[in-house]
Structure formats: C-alpha cells, structure tokens
C-alpha cells in the first residue's frame, strides 16, 4: 500500500513506534496526530511532532488501518518451511530512503537458522547497508528483526550489520534495478 503518502492519521490507541532511524522505541499516545510518509511491506511511517516514527502493521489498528496478518506455517512444518517464510517476512522489509525491499537491494549476506529445543529456532541475519555512513541502519534491522520475530518457531532473532563486503549496486536484483532506474 505504498499510495497511502501524506494521508493524516490520528492514533485509535496508545502504540508502540520505533523512531527513525535511530530504531529507539517508544509509545505514542491515543489521540496524537500525523500523516503517513511511506507504507510499504505492511509498515508505516509516520510524520509526528517534527519526527518520523515506524508503525509495524501488527499495529495498523492503532491508525485505523487492517492490522498486518500474522505469518503461518504449514502443520509439521519443516525447516525449509521455516527458512521460506523468514525470507518472505525479509521481503516486507523496505529500506526508508529507497521504496526497494531489502531482498531485492541484495542488502541480506545471511540468514543462519538454528534449531533449539521443542521445535523452537534462532535465527541470526548478516545484512549491510547500501553505504557505510547510510544513517537508516538501526531503523532496517529493527524492522527486519520485527518481522522475522513474527515467524512461528522463531525464539529469538538476531541482527548484525557488516559492511564487509561492501554493498554494490550490482547486488540489487534485476527488478530492484529497473525499479529504481539503474537499467
């Protein structure tokens, strides 16, 4: 739902947010009100007191919108199950600056899934930005461990920025090329 830009909104009930880009959380009172700068992968930026804040769509009621539906796993899932659904879940995640998620920015180097007991994961993600000095890094891996987290069987998620190797254009996707004009 990314034609959403500008739309005011004023918050149902009180909401946890993530400040961008500094990923720092905290809660935004009922009443409070703003405007959507960017929805996309099922999360929402809002425009409030001077400051961009991150609504995750499990939150979408608290600004009246359908509340992101959780991920699900097959019965008996087995764990290509679950590393599909993680890599879907990755998918929603968008970078702030660049309406691309980050799968397709070619931004995740690894997604190591470990199992623990009674059918529960750890899940430990590499990923880099598309610049040493790109200020929106908290803000990614707060959204990517989110989401990832909303996997059923995921116990804890773990994210770690690496700039090495350093982040190429030519990691993008063929689609995320054409989508931000590079082909």
Request: charged letters at 25%; a negative charge; hydrophobic letters at 40%.
């Amino acid at each position: 739902m990314a034609s959403e830009s500008d739309t005011a909104v004023t918050f149902l009930r009180d909401c946890e947010v993530a400040l961008v880009p500094s990923g720092e959380t905290g809660i935004i009172p009922k009443g409070s009100e703003g405007a959507i700068t960017q929805a996309l992968g099922g999360s929402y930026t809002i425009n409030l007191w001077a400051n961009l804040f991150r609504v995750d769509g499990s939150n979408a009621d608290a600004i009246g919108r359908e509340p992101d539906p959780p991920p699900t796993l097959p019965d008996l899932a087995t764990d290509e199950d679950v590393e599909k659904t993680i890599w879907e879940q990755l998918q929603l995640c968008y970078d702030p600056e660049i309406p691309v998620n980050v799968v397709e920015l070619g931004l995740v180097y690894e997604c190591d899934i470990q199992k623990l007991a009674e059918d529960r994961r750890r899940v430990h993600i590499r990923m880099t930005l598309t610049a040493p000095s790109c200020g929106m890094g908290d803000i990614l891996a707060y959204d990517v461990k989110t989401k990832v987290s909303r996997v059923p069987t995921v116990a804890d998620a773990e994210i770690e920025i690496v700039l090495d190797p350093p982040w190429t254009q030519d990691m993008m996707s063929e689609a995320a090329q054409l989508e931000t004009g590079m082909i």
